[in-house]
């Protein structure tokens, strides 16, 4: 008696790619993802701590713009998170994962702190200022070349090998610091021409920030045209999608990613030379402050739009405020904020899946296939 041969079970769901979502759907997504996050939020807080959950987003809220000092500050961080957020942008759309951001500024940066440190007080504003900037640009460029030429010419990995660049340029930082510290062996250069203010960004309208602010806002409508509406921008995108098709059609991929490395680092760079001279006016290991890793998640969220990337900074830095915020008033640890910030950060990152794939069960399948 033959056996009876089981057929293969369908499986219970299929993840689908969508074509197309209008936009009305893809923003009702996004809603209903960050209402979720709050709930979640407030049950984990009520849970852990006993606290009003919202008495918690209040504080939350102060913290981010609870005062016109606070929200100065909230849009400083955000235009120096944006800043090396495209940096990476180009980069990323050709999928030459670009790891090395964090030493790429923090390169730029070291440049500009050694113009103010040696020729602060030699040299007039108006070739100081120019100095900085040509040298922050080409530290940048120079520190993301290196990789995109062995990526280039020998088809190393990129991400490796940006992800060790980094460490290079925080122990070159470091042996500077130590160098030029202040007192000698302190390990800090303190502030750099405290008295003179020499190669420091002038205030506008009596604000510190303002001058970073309206750079990057520029820096940003630049990308957006290039990559939206230049040749450049198209070979990027045709490069990332498949480099055989980019060289089937005639495009010199080597080229490409050489060309867009060194946008990536000239960014950096100019990102560097902000924090130095317009923000901190100093130099430690810590002054980029990981936002070069911040930059990639904030890259893919904004779908590697520059105006969906401004958004996006905004909404990472007032949620960063508004946890420590939270652990100064209600005397809680960081660990505590970090979960409420990783919490609505996942449901953003979630939306953006159900934004991009559908989820078909298989009863639905068979319901469409009897329907036609």
């Known amino acids: 008696m033959m056996s009876k041969i089981k057929e293969p079970r369908e499986p219970l769901f299929h993840i689908i790619k969508r074509n197309s979502i209008p936009i009305w759907k893809s923003s009702l997504i996004r809603g209903l993802s960050a209402i979720f996050a709050l709930i979640i939020c407030a049950l984990v807080t009520f849970l852990l701590t006993g606290l009003n959950p919202l008495e918690v987003y209040s504080t939350m809220l102060e913290g981010a713009l609870g005062s016109q000092r606070r929200i100065w500050a909230l849009l400083q961080d955000m235009v120096m998170l944006l800043c090396i957020s495209l940096a990476v942008t180009p980069a990323f759309k050709m999928k030459f994962w670009n790891i090395g951001a964090e030493g790429q500024a923090l390169m730029g940066g070291l440049a500009t702190a050694s113009c103010m440190i040696l020729f602060g007080d030699k040299m007039p504003a108006y070739l100081l200022f120019p100095l900085m900037i040509v040298t922050s640009i080409a530290a940048g460029i120079l520190w993301a070349l290196i990789p995109a030429f062995f990526k280039a010419y020998w088809n190393t990995n990129e991400t490796l090998f940006t992800l ?14 130590y160098k030029w510290s202040n007192p000698k062996g302190s390990g800090q250069i303190g502030v750099i021409n405290a008295s003179s203010n020499a190669g420091w960004f002038p205030k506008l309208g009596g604000q510190a920030y303002l001058l970073n602010i309206i750079i990057v806002l520029i820096l940003a409508a630049i990308m957006y045209v290039y990559l939206k509406y230049s040749k450049h921008g198209y070979e990027i995108s045709v490069v990332g999608e498949s480099q055989k098709t980019a060289r089937y059609i005639g495009i010199n991929v080597k080229k490409v990613i050489i060309r867009t490395m060194i946008l990536s680092g000239a960014l950096c760079g100019i990102t560097g030379l902000l924090l130095v001279s317009g923000t901190d006016h100093t130099i430690t290991r810590d002054t980029v402050e990981g936002r070069g890793f911040t930059a990639i998640m904030v890259a893919w969220l904004g779908q590697f739009n520059p105006i969906y990337m401004l958004l996006t900074s905004l909404l990472i830095v007032a949620l960063q405020k508004g946890a420590i915020q939270i652990s100064t008033n209600f005397g ?28 078909k069960f298989r009863n639905s399948e068979n319901k469409e296939v009897k329907a036609k």
Do not use: R
């Not at 809680?332 to 989820?359: A, K, R």
């Open 164 to 177: 060790m660049m980094n460490y290079v340029a925080i122990q070159i930082v470091t042996y500077f610091c």
């Open 332 to 359: 809680l640890n960081d660990s505590f904020s970090e979960i409420i910030t990783g919490i609505i950060i996942f449901f953003i990152i979630g939306s953006e899946f159900f934004i991009n794939y559908q989820v």
